[in-house]
Each structure stands twice: as C-alpha cells, then as structure tokens.
C-alpha cells in the first residue's frame, strides 16, 4: 500500500469519526475539568478525582484533564496530588457538569514524593494497564546523583526490568531490548539520543520536566515504531500567576529558569537552561603547560542544553501549547603538533500543540513537530580537513481524539504521519591549498504512518478491558512495508485488595540505529528499513498480580513476561558503516527472546517512603549464517552484554525533621556479559622471527565480569527562607559509598621478569571507572 494512499484512508477514517461521535450518548451524566496548582496554575497530570460513594475515579492525563460519567446523584468528590493538600467537593449531578480544581501546594514539600504509577495506590491496583511507572522531577531532586547532577533517566535505571548500559551511563535496556528500541517522547516530538556526555547523563533537565512515563509492556495503541519501551516525558507548563526564576549550582554544572505568566490566567511560558564547566578547568590546566613540549593536552568537553515552553488559552473550548528543545555536546582536542579534533553530537525539537474540546465528552490533541539529530566530526592536521557526518530529520503530525460514551468506555482514535530524511554519511576532505577535495554524501527518504483505535471496557467492577490495534506503514524508495499491531490488556479483582492482570503487544520498528560498538567515539547513524532491511518486529505477553497490604500503605506487584522479536540487526566483522552506498549488505538478521520475573514493592505513606525492586531475566539473541558469513557466534545462540540474570534495587526516602530528609538507594546486579581470550597459542614464521601469541576467544559473551553493586546515600537540607530566597537547599550526595570498585572493563598485562625476559603469561587486569564521589548542590527558587 503507497503511503499517500494510506494518508488519505487515515484522514477519511478520522473525519468519519468525529462526524460520528459529537452526538451525545446516554447512560449518565459528565463530569469533567483541569486539575491545576493553586499558586502557579500548572496543570496536574496524574492528579486522583475519585468518588467514594461509587468506588471509581480516574487520573488526570498529560493536559490535566479528567473525565468521568456518572449515574445522577448527589456526590462527594475528592481529588488528591502528591505534594498538594486534598480537596473535597460536594456537587449535585443532574446534567454534565464542567468542574476545575486547584490544589494547594503542602507546606513540607520535602516529604512528597511520587514513587508510584498513577495516582494513589488503590487506583494503580484498579487500572488496567501494567508494566508502567511514572517519576516526577521531586522525587529525582531527593535521591544522590553522581557528581550532583540530578537524572530523571538514571532514577528509572531504579525500577524492575530496567538495566543500565554500565558504570554512570543513562541508557536504558529494558526487557532485553537494545537502547535504540526506546521510543522517548518530549510533549510528543520524538528524541533520538537521549544521552550527554557519551550516555553518562540524560538530556532532560529537571527543572524543566513535570513527569515521565514509562512503558514496559502492554503498550497503548497510540504508541508506536519501537520494540522495547516508551519514556514520554511531560514539560512543565509555567507559573500564570507571576514571575520565578529558579536553579541550582552543582560541582560540574549550573542551570537556570525563568517562568511567568504571558497573560495573568490565560497563558505562560517557562525557559530553563543548563550548562557543565569541565572545560574551563581543562582550558587553564592545558593553559599551564603550554610550554612543556612533552604535555598532552586534556580534551575540551562540555555540553549545554535549552527548553522552552509556552501556553496560550484561546477561549473555553482552546488551548494552544509550543515546546521546544535544543541542546549540544561539544568535544575537542588539539596537540602542540599541530592536529585539530571536534565532535558535536545534538537534538533539536520544537513542537506545537492544538487542544480543543468539542464537548463535555469529545476532545481532540494535535500537534505538529519537528525533531532534528546531528553528529559531526573534524579532524585538521596541518593543511589537510577531514569531516565525517550523520543526521536525521522528521517532519511529523499526530491527530489524538478521546471519546467517552458513557461510565463504561474511553475510546481513544487517532492518526499519525512523520516524513524521515536519514543522513546516512557525508565525508568531506581536502587540503588547504585546493588541490585535493573529495566528497561523498548518502542520503534517504522514508515515511510513516500509522493509524490507531483503542478502548478501555469496564464491563463489571470486576473487571476491565483495554484492547485496540494500531495499522503502520513505511515506504523508502520503492520499497514498502506495513503491519497490523493488536494491543490488549486486562484487569480482574480477585478481592477489593488484589488484582490479576495480563497484556499482549506487537510492535513494529522501522529505523535502525546503526553503532560500532567497538568504537572509541559514538558512531550513530539511523538508517530506514529498506531493500533486505526489514521492519524490526516483537510480541510480548505478560501477567502479574498486585496486592495492596497494610492498611493500604504497600502495594506489591509480581509480573512474569515472555517476549520474542524479529529481524534483529546487527553487522558482519570489518562492516564499513559510514558513507557506504551499499550499507544494506552489512547487516546480518537474527532473533531474539527475553523472559523474566519482577518483583516490586513500594509505600508511599508516612515518614518513610520508597520502593524495593528484584528483577531475575534471560535475554538471548541468534544469527544464524547468511551471505556468504557465518552469522554471528557461527549462528549459535549468545547472551547480550547487557543481559543480566539478578538486578535489585531499594530506594529509601525519610523525613528526618521538617527542613531534613535523608535519602539513599543501593543497587545489585549481575556482572556484563563480555568476551575474554579462554587461552593462546604461539606462532612463529618459518624464518626463526619472534614468537607471537594469538588469543583464542570461545563463544561470544561467554564470561561475566564481576559483580555490579553500589550505595548511593544523600542528605537534602532545606534551608529557612530570606527575603531574597524564599526556597532554597542543600542537596549533599555520595556516589558510591563505600567505594565498590566495580569492573568497567577487563584487559591482558604481559607476565615478565624482566623487561628483556619472554612472556611467560598473561594476566587479566581490570579497570574501573568511578570511586566514591561526594557532591553538594544549591539549589534556589526566588
């Protein structure tokens, strides 16, 4: 099926839709409103508006809305947000009704923290949805950060079924998948590397960020294009009511932000921005040695990044919002001899928003975005430039509607288009008189599209539905691909305090991250699926059972998940990934499984709050021979290198006094999965020339490095307001406590007696990256 044509059955689909469902349906009346915070009127999403009376209730969603239908009646409504003191509401429901909340923030805010889902725990027992978590900026401010700078991606590096990529880094591998099966979405623009620093931090400043979501499994059918998870991250909105500015001083970085009202209850905006200083500090060490002819200069480093956002409300039924974020990473190096290095890597998204309401039952979110990623490289030596390139760029539109009939369906519908131009590699060479220039450039073109239906059934109180299926299709060139991805999910109470759940997803992949993992620098190219590249295709089921246990205080969940993929790619030895023409011939195709069991508990009432995690997994990947290469591991089974058998995490938050809370998380895994030569033989040339060792390797990822454990620990001290500085604290950290020399990466030293005398052996060494770091940060709000 061309594209255009998919386009055209997709708009025809949704203007049937609407055409059909503005009618309004019997069976209760609405009730429906926004969820906002007294002082700054930022909407709440995931903020709790129950009836007790009825035993139902809902969240609020990404706009801070919230819709429900009731039977005609008289009742009390209590909507509740952590941080926020509850509000009660009586109303008398005899027609659809819309209603606004505005909660007031609590006096101690240190002691609110958000550790769970979706809105209180009862509601997390009730909804249908499993495998999700949902993290706020607060609680990533409380827990220690290394070097003090906070993370909201390393904060869910804490949860069940969630690996790091090694020692500091912030990628994700979730369930068994690769880092580039995430799907991470910023106000519904896509980012394709969420990482600074080489994926030691994420690019996401928390004092920008009002929530992120993650998916694991059971994936809504409005989500799409990867295999693994979705992170959907959520900006802050900013104060309506007056101006703030905000920020945070840190050993390696300081950010800044500025919020006000654009119009006072009308509309906002917020900018924050952050930047580190390693290169200040390298640029005078360097500085100091210029006339030392046997120093070598320290590399330049330093990344930066901005976000905005800004909303506007048009009238009762309107509401437009523009996001954007840009941000950069900046290495350098230069010799006294004369060679220039430079490396940038960054995003660039913007997106505008439409929310319209066209009644209490119907409303409808649409946003244009633009995301643009861009890595470059410059090597100069004398008279001769060398520049290596990559980019990607999409162009895209989402239409998503919600509907809700009556107390027993939500119908969500919607339609999405992104026009892709892949980047694959530019070179450009030349020497400085002009008498050498070459170049070459490959680009592609691709398009998707996807259209969606779903609905959340409650038939009984026992139990509730969400199925729904998600049609995609993509085209690059002349080669098209298309698939159907049915989603469902289900929930029974088996009692008022326990809960059965279970949930089904495919999901198709149409762009491939192409690395080399076995390179000093990242080498990230994206390349669309295209002649023998293949969709990258996965189903996962899973079941769980959830329990709520003291009084309500605890909620414990166990979920078991089996999942299988397709197509998965990776590259022959020797591959030529860049400026290659004929890139497709360097993949080589497998599969893969992963399977595990996670158990989860966490409280988030009372003086001390948190979570305990224990994750036992199994991921595994295959690539049998194909074109004319043996496959990889000669097509015998292998374990990833981030495949990891036991993770436990604990997160511990206590609330020591009013203005101390005291803050500390450990975790536990088992060590990477990594290849070491299992011994070696010794080769000489027919001419009596030296001996020379050849390693011998056995199966691919056959070993374990030791284990990975740390203590974090950290003490946040609010301080007594000033005139100048109403909220302001002292965040102390200690990354990696009790000092743990956890394995990086192992190498071989040459066993000698001498420096003359032969090698007699050869011992393993290994190096580790991070000690125990203290860290402080002051962090203000005026």
């Known amino acids: 099926m061309r594209l255009p044509f998919l386009l055209l059955v997709v708009g025809f689909f949704n203007l049937l839709l609407i055409s059909s469902t503005t009618a309004q349906s019997t069976g209760g009346y609405k009730l429906s409103g926004y969820v906002r915070a007294g002082i700054t009127r930022e909407v709440l999403p995931g903020a709790s508006v129950t ?25 009390q409504v209590v909507v509740s947000f952590i941080g926020y003191q509850n509000q009660t509401r009586e109303l008398n429901l005899a027609r659809d009704q819309k209603v606004s909340f505005s909660l007031v923030e609590s006096t101690n805010t240190l002691n609110e923290v958000v550790v769970e889902g979706s809105g209180t725990l009862e509601q997390k027992l009730q909804t249908t949805q499993m495998s999700v978590e949902r993290l706020s900026a607060k609680e990533a401010k409380l827990l220690p950060a290394l070097f003090g700078e906070v993370d909201i991606l390393k904060t869910l590096q804490l949860k069940p079924g969630v690996q790091n990529g090694g020692e500091g880094t912030s990628g ?39 929530s992120v979501d993650l998916y694991k499994g059971g994936f809504p059918a409005q989500y799409g294009g990867r295999l693994s998870s979705v992170i959907d991250v959520k900006l802050r909105e900013g104060n309506k009511e007056k101006i703030g500015v905000s920020g945070g001083l840190g050993l390696i970085s300081s950010r800044l932000t500025v919020e006000g009202p654009i119009v006072k209850d009308k509309g906002s905006f917020i900018i924050s ?55 950069r990473d900046v290495f350098g190096f230069a010799s006294q001899g004369g060679f220039d290095f430079n490396f940038t890597w960054g995003n660039s998204v913007g997106a505008a928003r439409w929310n319209h309401v066209f009644n ?19 090597n100069k030596l004398d008279q001769f430039s060398f520049n290596l390139a990559s980019d990607i760029r999409d162009y895209s539109v989402r239409t998503d509607l919600d509907y809700a009939p009556n107390n027993k369906h939500a119908l969500k519908f919607g339609v999405q288009a992104t026009t892709h131009r892949f980047g694959v590699g530019r070179l450009q060479a030349g020497s400085g008189d002009g008498r050498l220039n070459i170049g070459s450039d490959v680009n592609y073109r691709g398009q998707e599209a996807a259209v969606y239906a779903s609905d959340n059934f409650k038939p009984s109180d026992k139990w509730q539905l969400e199925y729904g299926v998600r049609l995609t299709g993509f085209q690059s060139g002349s080669q098209s691909y298309g698939g159907i991805e049915p989603r469902g999910a289900a929930r029974y109470s088996l ?92 993949f080589l195709f497998g599969k893969g499984w992963a399977y595990g069991n996670e158990l989860y508990l966490e409280k988030k009432t009372g003086r001390t709050t948190g979570w305990l995690g224990y994750t036992l997994s199994w991921s595994k990947r295959q690539f049998p021979p194909q074109r004319e290469t043996s496959g990889i591991n000669g097509g015998r089974v292998f374990y990833p290198n981030y495949d990891r058998r036991h993770n436990i995490t604990a997160v511990i938050l206590h609330q020591l006094s009013e203005r101390v809370n005291l803050t500390g998380s450990f975790v536990y895994t088992t060590g990477n999965a990594t290849t070491l030569p299992s011994g070696r033989f010794a080769v000489q040339d027919v001419f009596g020339g030296e001996v020379a060792a050849v390693p011998i390797y056995p199966d691919r990822n056959s070993y374990r490095l030791a284990s990975y454990n740390r203590l974090d620990l950290g003490v946040v001290w609010r301080m007594k307001p000033t005139r100048w500085f109403p909220e302001s604290d002292l965040t102390f950290s ?28 050869y011992r393993a060494r290994q190096v580790s990256l991070f000690p125990v770091i203290p860290a402080v940060t002051y962090n203000f709000k005026f």
């Open 734 to 761: 200690i990354y990696n406590a009790y000092n743990r020399r956890n394995p990086y990466f192992v190498y071989f030293d040459q066993i000698k007696e001498d420096d003359d005398a032969p090698v007699t052996g």
């Open 360 to 378: 209490k039952r119907l409303y409808l979110n649409t946003t244009i975005s633009l995301t643009d990623y861009k890595y470059d490289v410059t």
């Open 172 to 210: 994700l591998f979730v369930r068994g998948g690769s880092s580039d099966q995430n799907l991470v979405l910023v106000d519904d623009a896509l980012v394709y590397n969420p990482s600074h620093l080489f994926g030691l931090f994420s690019v996401f400043n928390p004092d920008a960020v009002a």
């Open 273 to 327: 921005g952050r930047r580190t200083y390693f290169d200040v500090f390298t640029r005078q060490i360097n500085k100091l040695n210029d006339d030392d002819p046997e120093y070598n200069p320290i590399p330049d480093y330093y990344f930066y990044d901005f976000n905005a956002k800004a909303n506007y409300t048009l009238g009762p039924k309107d509401q437009v919002f523009l996001s954007g974020y840009y941000g």
């Open 495 to 586: 009692t008022p305090k326990t809960s059965l759940k279970a949930s089904y997803a495919l999901m198709y992949q149409y762009v491939h991250l192409v690395t080399n993992s076995g390179a000093t620098l990242p080498t990230d190219i994206w390349y669309p699926s295209r002649l023998s590249v293949k969709p990258q295709r996965s189903q996962q089921v899973a079941t769980g059972i959830s329990f709520l246990l003291g009084d309500g205080k605890y909620l414990l969940t166990d979920e078991v998940y089996y999942k299988w993929a397709q197509n998965q790619v990776d590259f022959k030895d020797g591959a030529q990934l860049f400026v290659n023409p004929d890139l497709d011939s360097e």
């Open 51 to 75: 009836i007790p009376a009825l035993g139902t209730g809902v969240t609020t969603d990404a706009a801070g809305f919230y819709s429900l239908v009731l039977p005609a009646g008289r009742y």
